[in-house]
């Protein structure tokens, strides 16, 4: 049996971040400082699905390519993984009676799984499956997380994969090394606090106490993937370890990994 593994939220970026020399060196070192898991579980920013449903488990389910506007190879990547049909059985026996387990026969890894794992684990040697978000209310997330604890103890590497800012709408320089906007840099800065003292009072209730907002999350797909992970760790109100910081076309990439 593998060890526990740690849960973790990583800004995951468009395909692009593929590109980015800095941002794959981090990921790839982060993934480096992790002991190999036996597989992942991932909740990705791009599947927002209730009821819960999972993706398919077969080997080398085809990628879902769902962005527009970027060069035609990113069109072209594979990532391929192996069968996982045990995994989706043991997630499926975490979920309650009351909300049983979908499970999509066809549907592969969106962007927000396969580009951070390409990076962190380019073998593609480790099976791979995506749980959807059934809701953005984060004490759901949070109980949702806390079912998905105990596949830790068999290797199991939980990840929550979105942005911890995500402002699209109102950014105005798209330079991948432009300066943070205010509402980024200062919702950043409260996460961040937040998160280093365990506060997960103040981070439920994000959208009434953060600086920032709305403009940080127009939208709150990004950010909600969080709360699985916080969810997921041995306490949600622990402090957590920042692995990546900083900004990418201002956007916050902050990522961290929490016992």
């Known amino acids: 049996m593998n060890a526990t593994l740690p849960s973790l939220y990583l800004s995951h970026g468009a395909p692009p971040l593929l590109d980015d020399e800095l941002w794959m060196n981090q990921l790839a070192a982060w993934s480096g400082e992790i002991a190999k898991p036996k597989a992942i579980l991932i909740v990705s920013a791009h599947w927002e699905s209730a009821p819960i449903s999972i993706s398919a488990t077969a080997a080398k389910t085809p990628l879902i390519y769902d962005f527009g506007g970027f060069s035609p190879r990113f069109y072209n990547m594979k990532y391929e993984t192996p069968d996982a049909s045990w995994l989706g059985e043991m997630v499926a026996k975490l979920m309650p009676d009351t909300e049983p387990l979908h499970q999509h026969p066809s549907r592969g890894l969106d962007h927000g799984a396969w580009v951070p794992l390409k990076?962190?684990?380019?073998?593609?040697?480790?099976?791979?499956?995506?749980?959807?978000?059934?809701?953005?209310?984060?004490?759901?997330?949070?109980?949702?997380?806390?079912?998905?604890?105990?596949?830790?103890?068999?290797g199991v590497l939980i990840i929550g994969s979105g942005f911890m800012t995500h402002g699209l709408p109102f950014i105005r320089d798209w330079r991948t090394d432009a300066a943070a906007p205010g509402w980024s840099a200062e919702f950043d800065a409260w996460a961040k606090e937040a998160l280093d003292r365990g506060d997960i009072e103040s981070l439920i209730n994000y959208k009434s106490l953060a600086p920032g907002m709305p403009y940080a999350h127009p939208t709150v797909e990004h950010f909600s993937p969080l709360f699985v992970t916080l969810g997921a760790?041995?306490?949600?109100?622990?402090?957590?370890?920042?692995?990546?910081?900083?900004?990418?076309?201002?956007?916050?990439?902050?990522?961290?990994?929490?016992?």
Request: aromatic share 6%; no cysteine.
């Open 119 to 154: 990076v962190m684990y380019p073998d593609a040697d480790i099976p791979v499956v995506q749980l959807s978000m059934p809701t953005s209310d984060p004490v759901k997330l949070i109980e949702l997380g806390r079912r998905l604890r105990p596949l830790r103890e068999h």
């Open 233 to 259: 760790s041995l306490d949600p109100e622990q402090a957590v370890e920042t692995k990546i910081d900083g900004y990418f076309m201002g956007l916050a990439k902050r990522s961290f990994q929490v016992a």
